[in-house]
């Protein structure tokens, strides 16, 4: 089985524009930074939480706390899946407790990864809210999740797969394709 | 890279790979023990069991709260260290645990290559937690993560080990380890206690306690096995102290950011002087605490995970 890429749905400045969309809305919602702390899942929820935190920064001028999350230790297919994670540190700069904390990811997808992380997060501590911001929302949610801040909605076939490409992550132009898994 | 493996029990066959997968996995694991809540659910529905044919308190306690920490389910067989456990005997306790659905046994055994056994004929996995005078393989991980931690890197430092080499399983899984590691080890202690041919293994000896010190960067005190004593194999425990104790005069000697390390029980005042191991170059306490973040890894990467063999994938999320 091979990938093979259909189309792309976002080039560097949709991306810009929906993280700045995204940072309005966080702080329309949240009204203001009170209390708000950033956690990207690894790896590409970081880089998305590092562009909201810089957004909101220009915005407002205030600068909200950014933690690191590895979800490796509270995955639900651990024990069935052929192949064994490395697990990666996981760095939250203050306690969680009674915060807002902002859960990032690029794709929100079957919502298992965001289930793991919302174990982790509640295990670190009893935030006061956490609130779901992705890239991406491609449907097909296996759990009961939902995002409170989308910057685009991707309607897809489950042969596609949703590819984000973040300079930092990459070595590449911010970009989202679509590919296609194609049969040999 | 996964650990690709059954078992864990010498750091002689293991690689710079595999070790270095251990030391980065303690290193992500290390954060849990600071938590309100210690505990992840990683390991659920699997068990290990700890079998000591030996007492130990901080080994086998270690294991069993790195399993604890990680959710999964521990018991402990604690057999009299008096009895000599003949093949047999061995063989149908292990296949007694194993029929109870135990997926690891930690084992500790007065015999060399007990574990090696136990692992050919179970399906479980076997750690070995110290097997004679041969190996303790996660003590020495444990020991270079104390050190990787503090220094950044194994590779160019002159590490010292002192004391009793020949009856020390712990200074053997070391030696493997930190050689390995691109390390500089000197090995010292009293002739008696020096096994010959040490030096095969790519570590530089000496009978001169200051010359192995000098300029070194660790320190690592062995524990005098007192029980020795009557074999004749040092004149008394005075001489023994005053020509090899590590005290403050000689420690003088090392590095001036050296770090000094004992795998415990102390003898103070015997192979180490009590000032000194409480003294701020003291690593003594964690290196406890960083027992259980490497055995912790250990237990993730053989047992929190699909079948051996396998390809490994980013951690992180999956392919969506």
């Known amino acids: ?184 | 890279m996964p650990l690709n493996r059954k078992d864990v029990l010498t750091l002689e066959d293991m690689s710079v790979e595999e070790m270095t997968l251990i030391l980065d996995t303690a290193d992500s694991l290390k954060e849990i023990l600071g938590r309100d809540i210690k505990k992840v659910p990683t390991l659920r529905g699997r068990s290990v069991m700890t079998l000591f044919y030996e007492p130990s308190t901080r080994t086998r306690t270690s294991f069993e709260m790195a399993g604890k920490y990680m959710s999964a389910d521990t018991a402990n067989i604690a057999t009299t260290t008096s009895a000599v456990v003949k093949g047999e005997t061995l063989k149908d306790t292990a296949w007694t645990v194993e029929a109870m659905g135990i997926d690891c046994i930690v084992m500790r055994h007065p015999i060399a290559g007990a574990p090696h056994f136990l692992a050919r004929i179970c399906q479980a996995s076997i750690i070995n937690a110290g097997d004679g005078m041969h190996e303790h393989p996660t003590q020495g991980l444990l020991d270079m993560f104390s050190i990787r931690e503090r220094k950044g890197t194994l590779r160019a430092l002159k590490v010292a080990i002192v004391g009793d080499i020949l009856h020390s399983r712990v200074a053997r899984s070391n030696i493997w380890g930190l050689t390995k590691m691109g390390a500089d080890v000197w090995v010292t202690g009293p002739s008696t206690l020096m096994p010959p041919g040490i030096e095969r293994t790519g570590v530089r000896t000496t009978f001169r306690v200051e010359e192995a010190i000098e300029g070194a960067d660790v320190v690592m005190v062995l524990r005098l096995q007192l029980e020795r004593q009557k074999k004749g194999l040092f004149p008394s425990i005075r001489e023994y102290s005053r020509l090899f104790g590590v005290t403050r005069e000689r420690l003088a000697l090392a590095k001036q950011d050296f770090i000094l390390m004992h795998p415990g029980p102390m003898n103070r005042g015997v192979e180490i002087a009590s000032d000194v191991a409480d003294s701020e170059y003291s690593l003594i306490t964690d290196q406890v605490t960083n027992g259980v973040a490497v055995r912790m890894a250990v237990l993730y990467l053989l047992l929190g995970g699909g079948p051996e063999g396998s390809a490994q994938a980013e951690g992180g999320g999956e392919k969506r």
């Open chain 1, 1 to 184: 089985m091979t990938l093979q890429p259909k189309a792309q749905i976002m080039d560097k400045e949709a991306v810009d524009r929906a993280v700045r969309r995204i940072a309005h809305e966080i702080l329309e919602k949240n009204k203001g930074t009170d209390g708000l702390l950033l956690i990207g899942i690894r790896r590409r929820g970081v880089p998305l939480a590092e562009r909201l935190r810089a957004s909101i920064r220009e915005i407002e001028g205030a600068e909200v706390p950014l933690g690191v999350l590895d979800i490796t230790l509270y995955r639900d297919d651990l024990t069935t899946r052929s192949d064994q994670p490395q697990v990666h540190r996981t760095e939250i700069p203050e306690s969680v407790k009674g915060k807002k904390v902002i859960l990032c990811d690029d794709v929100l997808y079957t919502g298992r990864t965001v289930r793991a992380a919302m174990d982790a997060i509640m295990d670190l501590g009893r935030p006061k809210a956490i609130q779901l911001a992705v890239l991406i929302d491609r449907g097909h949610r296996e759990l009961p999740i939902r995002a409170d801040y989308v910057g685009k909605n991707v309607p897809t076939s489950s042969r596609e797969v949703i590819e984000v490409k973040f300079r930092e992550t990459d070595q590449t132009e911010d970009k989202v394709l679509i590919v296609e898994k194609v049969e040999e």
